[in-house]
């Protein structure tokens, strides 16, 4: 009987290619523009870069460990926290939006819009309890 647990597919993800240096580098300036467009409108963000470490006993086979996928973890004011990634053309939300990456302020204003909304939201679940 096998009693490993099972992965819940909604939740894991293909593991993300390793990215080289250029890439990597591009991507986090682009995310860092978002995050400065986010703190010039007050909104909190961490900028994580990601590695991807495979460890082998045998020694062969390629290099798959090795810079991933940078992330801007944001936080909202309905204690939520958003996540924003990019592939060098456009801003990546966790809900599925995209904003063009030569964008960062129209991108911050899309998330400063979901934020102010889901505050309203809230504010209006509290006031009718």
Do not use: C, W
């Amino acid at each position: 009987m096998d009693n490993r647990p099972k992965s819940d597919p909604r939740t894991s993800s293909p593991a993300s290619p390793v990215l080289l240096k250029p890439e990597v580098t591009h991507r986090v300036t682009l995310l860092a523009e978002l995050q400065a467009a986010l703190t010039a409108h007050g909104v909190q963000s961490v900028l994580a870069r990601n590695r991807r470490l495979v460890l082998s006993s045998s020694g062969r086979g390629p290099n798959q460990s090795g810079p991933t996928d940078p992330q801007l973890h944001i936080f909202r004011d309905d204690d939520q926290t958003d996540l924003a990634t990019t592939d060098g053309t456009s801003y990546r939300f966790a809900d599925g939006r995209t904003h063009p990456a030569d964008d960062a302020h129209g991108a911050a204003m899309t998330v400063i819009t979901v934020v102010s909304t889901a505050g309203q939201d809230s504010s209006r679940a509290s006031a009718a309890r």
